[in-house]
């Protein structure tokens, strides 16, 4: 179901004029109109799904194929040299629209356009705890 209120249904719809790539009955594929690189675009589901707890998990499959098949694309096109694909749950995982969405970077070498994170320390003895709860979960 869209949300009226939210602008990635607009834009993944029509509602809204887009320079989109591809869309089928699923999904429409638009250049983001705040690139991190030359060729950044975003692959948004015509229906609303906040982020990826939501999502169906058919639509969600389908999304990423199509990932794969546009960032294979891209990468010939825009002649990179590498590509990221991103796709952030939640404010403090970067989210800033709260409609499912799984942004195409194509990199350059030397883009500065994702910094590198530090790799940091990891705590075995609470990642053991946690590793148990996960099995446990699945």
Request: aromatic share 10%.
């Amino acid at each position: 179901m869209k949300n009226p209120d939210c602008i990635f249904c607009k834009l993944a719809n029509g509602d809204i004029p887009t320079m989109s790539l591809y869309e089928d009955e699923n999904f429409n594929v638009i250049f983001d109109a705040g690139p991190a690189t030359f060729g950044h675009a975003l692959i948004m589901p015509k229906e609303h799904y906040a982020n990826i707890y939501e999502i169906d998990e058919e639509i969600l499959g389908k999304a990423y194929k199509l990932a794969k098949k546009l960032a294979t694309v891209m990468t010939d096109v825009f002649q990179a040299d590498g590509f990221n694909l991103l796709q952030n749950n939640g404010e403090a995982a970067g989210q800033s629209v709260f409609h499912f969405h799984i942004h195409l970077i194509p990199r350059y070498k030397g883009d500065g356009a994702i910094a590198p994170w530090k790799p940091g320390e990891q705590d075995t003895e609470k990642l053991t705890e946690a590793l148990q709860k996960i099995k446990a979960a699945l």
